[in-house]
C-alpha cells in the first residue's frame, strides 16, 4: 500500500485482557519496526524484523509482550494479560533496510498507530 | 545503554521568531535522523545526516551535524504555525542492528 497502516486505531481493554494490534507495512519493506510511545515521550523501541526474523528483541518490557511477522509482511504484536502501564501509542514503522549505503540508514515511515488504554 | 539527549523540551516562540533544538549523545554516531511529530500525529521522517560536519537545508529548516558526529541541530528560520509540533532526533543503536534510538523531542509552539 502507500503507507504504513495500523489497526486497530484506539483499543480499550480491560486489565488482564489479551491484545492482538496489526500493522502493514509499505509494500517491499523489508525492515518492519514496533515502537511504544508514551504520552510526552519519545518512541521507545520494542522490536524489529528483517523479513520475518526477529532479530532484535531487547526492547520489549516482559515476557508478556510478543511480535511476529511470519511470511515476512504484515506484523503482529501481542500483549498478554494487559495491565495499566501497558497504556500508550504502539507504533509500527517500515524501511526498505535497516542498514543503507554510505554510513547512511533509510528513514522510517510511521503508521498512525494505535493508541491502547487498560482500563 | 546509548542514549541520545535533546534540549530543550518545550519552546514557545512568536511567529517570525527563529527556533532551535540540539540532540548530544555521548557517543559517535554513524548518522543522525530527524523526525517530525505534528500533535495527534505519527513521527514523519524529515532528513538523515551522515558526513561529519554536514549541513542540509530545506527551505526554512536547517539541519547540522556536528564534527565530531555527537551532536546535531534543527534551525528554523522565521517560524510559521504550521511548524508546531514535536522534533526528534534519532540515531542508529551501536552495534549491528537497525534499531533507532529517539531523543525526547523538543515541542516547539508558534504564537501567531
Known amino acids: 500500500g502507500a503507507g504504513v497502516s495500523q489497526s486497530p486505531r484506539y483499543k480499550v481493554a480491560k486489565r488482564g485482557q489479551d491484545v492482538a494490534l496489526r500493522c502493514d507495512p509499505i509494500s517491499g519493506h523489508v525492515s518492519l519496526f514496533w515502537y511504544q510511545q508514551a504520552l510526552g515521550q519519545g518512541p521507545e523501541f520494542l522490536t524489529y524484523?528483517?523479513?520475518?526474523?526477529?532479530?532484535?528483541k531487547s526492547g520489549l518490557p516482559s515476557d508478556r509482550f510478543f511480535a511476529e511477522r511470519p511470511e515476512g509482511s504484515v506484523s503482529t504484536l501481542k500483549i498478554q494479560r494487559t495491565q495499566q502501564e501497558d497504556s500508550a501509542v504502539y507504533l509500527c514503522?517500515?524501511?526498505?533496510?535497516?542498514?543503507?549505503?554510505?554510513?547512511?540508514?533509510?528513514?522510517?515511515?510511521f503508521g498512525s498507530g494505535t493508541r491502547l488504554t487498560v482500563v | 545503554g546509548q542514549q541520545v539527549m535533546q534540549i530543550p523540551q518545550y519552546q514557545h516562540v512568536q511567529e517570525g521568531e527563529d527556533f532551535t533544538t540540539y540532540c548530544n549523545s555521548s557517543t559517535t554516531l554513524s548518522n543522525i535522523q530527524w523526525y517530525k511529530q505534528r500533535p495527534g500525529g505519527h513521527p514523519v521522517f524529515l532528513i538523515q545526516l551522515v558526513k561529519s560536519g554536514e549541513v542540509k537545508k530545506q527551505k526554512r529548516l536547517t539541519f547540522q551535524f556536528g564534527e565530531a558526529k555527537k551532536n546535531s541541530s534543527l534551525h528554523i528560520t522565521a517560524t510559521q504555525t504550521t511548524d508546531v509540533g514535536t522534533y526528534f532526533c534519532a540515531a542508529r543503536s551501536s552495534g549491528n542492528t537497525g534499531k533507532l534510538i529517539f531523543g525526547q523531542g523538543t515541542t516547539l509552539q508558534v504564537k501567531p
Open positions: 514503522a517500515s524501511s526498505l533496510n535497516w542498514v543503507g549505503v554510505r554510513g547512511g540508514s533509510y528513514g522510517y515511515t
Open positions: 524484523f528483517q523479513n520475518e526474523a526477529q532479530l532484535d
